[in-house]
């Protein structure tokens, strides 16, 4: 790494020093380095080093907030453990804060005192997107979406192309209702999309567009600004994440919309619906629901009909961080396998302390820690065999890919599907 700037350890440094952020120096203070955080993290499981312990990622932030914030730290930074923000300690922080966490939040609910560890975790990474310091690989996923609306840079005649297949089959099977609306203005909702569906799991839009049939929807998709994602959560940028968010606030006025319907994305519904309004700094004008709700509302409200004998393979429900343990979705996730399901298990754990797939926090963008990502995984893989599960029924498709790899690796023998095809499988129409 090149030595570090003036510049860049002040703009780094500068977010240790926000009086306003009461939270920060609560958190830091209030680790004791008791170390019950450490069986709670997948990386510190699977890998066995010290160094992987959540509690290890806080003291990182806390010896550079001892060294630039207290006066002990200033004077005899050697008593204290007040640490230099320098090019050692930058690599440690990249390695450890972007390439050894994914935000899970498990930590958290394993701590004796609730410290907010992956709160902790993101402000070093803020510091480190302040210096231009976030890895190569994950600034190109926001940088790719700024640029073009999608982190996967998609062009908007493919994503077209890509839609008019799904509806010619969709039309083919059900009749010309049975429509993929694109940019039609004045409808009830708008819809979204993690941009793999396009790319590579485009039978998720088609489940969807299903549904919706079913429910005799008015919905839209629009072209200018379909992206659910919003990786800015992830790098600690918080203007750029705040950019994203804005499109799509702007794309649902400018439609017309009454409703943002979030896809199935674990950290794009966070980033959306709670992260979103901090960043705009005001709340919607409109109503935001994630996917897993809109469907539990059609089963619930009898718009949509389903049998539950057209699933018969064993399933079990792999919890996405984000819509669980941090969205409080466990229930409704729950509902909707128990009415499109014949035979269903629970993963052990599971739900507010289920194991992370690996693939969160930014990990999937990230090649240079692949590795890495794939080996903590073996976590979820074991759970996944231990339940004798045919199917794995998750709302995200991060964690889709995530779980394909795992699948593939570690020889799982599973279908993988999100909550929209295994409710559209479910249909009867």
């Known amino acids: 790494m090149r030595k570090l700037t003036e510049q860049q350890i002040n703009d780094a440094v ?12 609560t958190h830091l203070n209030a680790c004791v380095h008791c170390g019950l955080c450490a069986e709670s993290c997948m990386y510190y499981r699977t890998m066995g080093e010290d160094k992987f312990i959540p509690a290890r990622k806080v003291e990182l932030v806390a010896s550079l907030y001892r060294r630039y914030c207290t006066l002990t730290g200033k004077a005899v930074p050697f008593l204290v453990n007040a640490r230099e923000l320098d090019e ?7 390695d450890m ?5 994914t935000l899970c939040g498990r930590c958290v609910k394993h701590c004796s005192i609730g410290v907010d560890i992956a709160y902790v975790v993101h402000v070093g990474r803020r510091m480190l997107a302040a210096a231009n310091l ?32 799904l509806e010619e089959e969709l039309t083919d099977e059900y009749g010309q209702e049975a429509c993929i ?13 993690n941009p793999r569906e396009a790319k590579f799991f ?25 992206d659910v994602t919003n990786y800015g959560l992830f790098s600690g940028n918080n203007n750029q994440a705040k950019q994203i968010a804005k499109r799509l606030h702007d794309e649902v006025l400018n439609m017309q919309s009454q409703t943002l319907v979030l896809g199935e994305c674990g950290h794009g519904s966070r980033a959306n619906r709670w ?95 692949n590795d890495r990502r794939l080996n903590t995984g073996f976590l979820k893989a074991e759970q996944i065999r231990a339940t004798g599960a045919k199917v794995v029924i998750t709302p995200c498709h991060n964690c889709v890919d995530q779980l394909s790899q795992l699948n593939h690796l570690y020889k799982l023998g599973i279908k993988i599907k999100t909550l929209a095809e295994i409710t559209a499988d479910a249909l009867v129409l």
């Not at 994950?138 to 790719?144: I, K, N, Y």
């Not at 940019?183 to 909702?189: A, D």
């Not at 567009?209 to 200018?224: D, G, H, R, V």
Request: charged share 15%; with cysteine.
């Open 202 to 226: 485009p039978l998720s839009i088609s489940a969807m567009a299903k549904i919706f049939f079913a429910a005799k929807e008015s919905w839209t998709l629009s072209t200018n600004m379909y």
């Open 14 to 25: 500068r977010l240790l020093k926000m009086p306003a952020d009461s939270k920060l120096l």
């Open 275 to 369: 992260e979103a309004p901090n960043y705009l700094q005001q709340s919607y004008e409109f109503n935001v629901i994630t996917t897993v709700e809109l469907i539990n509302e059609y089963i619930r409200s009898g718009r949509i009909k389903v049998d539950k004998s057209l699933n018969q393979a064993l399933a079990t429900i792999h919890d996405p961080c984000n819509l669980v343990r941090n969205g409080g979705l466990l229930s409704e996730i729950r509902f909707t396998v128990t009415n499109t399901v014949s035979d269903f298990v629970e993963m052990n754990p599971h739900g507010m302390d289920s194991f992370c797939c690996g693939g969160g926090g930014g990990q999937l963008a990230m090649s240079e820690y």
């Open 97 to 101: 804060l972007f390439g050894a966490c």
């Open 181 to 193: 609306p694109l940019n039609r203005t004045g409808s009830k909702i708008l819809y979204t999309l």
């Open 134 to 165: 976030v890895p190569s690989s994950l600034q190109t996923s926001v940088d790719t979406a700024l640029l073009t609306g999608n982190n996967m840079g998609i062009p908007s005649e493919d994503f077209v192309d890509t839609i008019q297949w």
């Open 88 to 94: 050692k300690m930058a690599e440690e922080m990249i």
